[in-house]
């Protein structure tokens, strides 16, 4: 046993040698992506917060009807928005919603092609798996520190730690998703002719277009439940009055902000759920 | 002519085709050949012409490989060996040996098929499923909504064009299917099973639809059944298969009166004439009666009367007069049963306007009997 511990296997030292190796020899590309990220990111929220509030909650309202007409949804999202305001919370929450808002984007971009090739090479996926596990167990703490070296402080580091937290979502479900698309659909699909991209926009996405929508509905949960960790690398946000309340002991002040969160969570869901409909003709 | 064409078609599922191919060539059989290789046969050595504008029923055992046969055509399975020769621009195609450009090309124009468990997709309405291999051709939009219509007309389901297909009863949606391989004007139609899911009073209906529109648009298709009755019904040619090979192929007759051997015959047994006899079949012909003057003497004291000019004119019994009761030569047994059920008199068979026979009760219990009589004929 006295051998094992003498002789450590240096993992982390490899690990933070990787790390600072790609921060010497990359740091140009890194530097320039986080500016580009971080302006993009900062641009869209001055946007919104320079936008008068209630012309945002008009949009809200109208995106809620257009996709559900449901009143009951309008007169929730109105009310809730209201108390957001109300609470003090307004900035903050815009920024919240912008971090994840982007954070689901780039998720869906990278996760749903890497689902669709992960369920056509078998090979892909079971190489994908344990990587998508691992980054779905690993602490988050634990790759916030490099990406805190190569992204610097601010909203950017805690963008990508919200995407690596919250991609493996998307690209399982879109690999289920695409998976499960019945034998008999893509042979019917073959039969009259289709070349692989009409087989994948004519049958499989359709069909597999519920499943994804619920790996969205999942990436902006995971993406909210990141906001904290976010706030500690210096993205603005909800996050940070949690964060300070925190320090200080301020029960009220982080029972406001926690509540500003809950409210989001609940809105962003009831938004982009899909009304509980299975995939139509799953048996 | 011959539409499609297998010469010594093989097919073998596995990776280890060519020790399956030789361990075929030896003569061994296909459970010899699953053990020593892992790999299956489909179908082995088969070898079938079909013709232009007609249809034939491949018939079968449930793995007998009749679903493997079928899929060759459009390239759902690979041949292993042999060629399957599709007359295609003038030329044939083999199926062996097809560019993937050119076998979409097939799949587009040429061949269209229905499936068992309709294949339908769920997300797109009646319509949009009537179109779908015209929208996958590429054809213009208000074009594919057109020509839908239209076939949608065909099988009776316009009202129900703009609805989810997921709405549609089973045998409504197999109609959509059949509208869908219609759409594309493909001349070959590969069916299979496409009846089975269906309860049996729609799958007769279906039938008998199938029957109706082969009429006029005379398509040639090839059709898997596992049902003997629907071969017989459909088919202008019966293929038998029997693990993977070819048994026995020909009309309906020659399987009912001919069967090759102890399978072919097992199936026979258990057929239905009503739905497989017709009264070309049933009938004596006017020239296997004595004819004394211008009077034929039928069974149970029937009569029936010739004109001057050779024709048979009316019918009598017991010095009534009755008039004729005519029947076309291609009428099912059940509806023949029909008629003389209701008309309680001699049936007069006509071909091409002329009668050429008749058929009295005694000659349809005849019938029934030599059916059972053939199949009970040798004990198994
Ligand atoms: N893709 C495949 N891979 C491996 N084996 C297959 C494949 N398709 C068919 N088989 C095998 O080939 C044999 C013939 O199958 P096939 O589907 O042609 O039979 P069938 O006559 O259509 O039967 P059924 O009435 O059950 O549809 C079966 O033993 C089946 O297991
Ligand atoms: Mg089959």
Redesign the interface.
Known sequence: MDWLTEHKLPIGKWLGQGVDLLNQQAAGFFDSLSMVLETILNGTTAALVWLPAWLLIAGIAGLAWWLHRSWGLVAFAVLSLLLIINLGYWQETLETLVLVLYATLFCMLIGVPLGIAAAHHPLLYTILRPILDLMQTIPTFVYLIPTLILFGLGVVPGLISTIIFALAAPVRLTWLGISSV?N??I?????????KH?LLW??EL??A?PTIMAGLTQCIMLSLSMVVIAALVGADGLGKPVVRALNTVNIEKGFEAGLAIVILAILLDRLFKQPAKQP???P | MAAVEFKHVDVIFGKDQKQAAALLDQGKTRSEILAETGSVLGVADASLSVEEGTICVLMGLSGSGKSSLLRCV?G?NPVTRGELLIAHKGTTVDMANISSRQL??????R???V?Q???????CTVRENVG??L???GVPKDEVQRIANEKLALVNLSDWADK???ELSGGMQQRVGLA?AFA?DADIL?MDEPFSALDPLIRDRLQDELLELQKTLKRTIIFVSHDLNEALKLGNQIVIMESGRIIQAGTARDIIFKPANEYVRRFVANINPLHVLYAGVLMRPLTQFNRTQDQISLDEGWILQFDATNTPISLRLQNQEYPLQTLDYDTWMQDVVEVAEQTDQPLCVTQAGKIVGVITHKDILHSLLRQTALSTEQPM
């Open positions: 019945p008999t659909l042979e019917a699909g073959k039969s009259f002719g289709c070349s009409q004519r049958i359709p069909y277009m139509a003709g799953a | 459009n759902l979409r090309e097939l799949r587009r124009d061949i269209a098929m499936f468990q309709f294949g339908l997709l769920p997300w779908f291999g929208a996958v051709k989810p297909v997921n869908r594309t590969l």
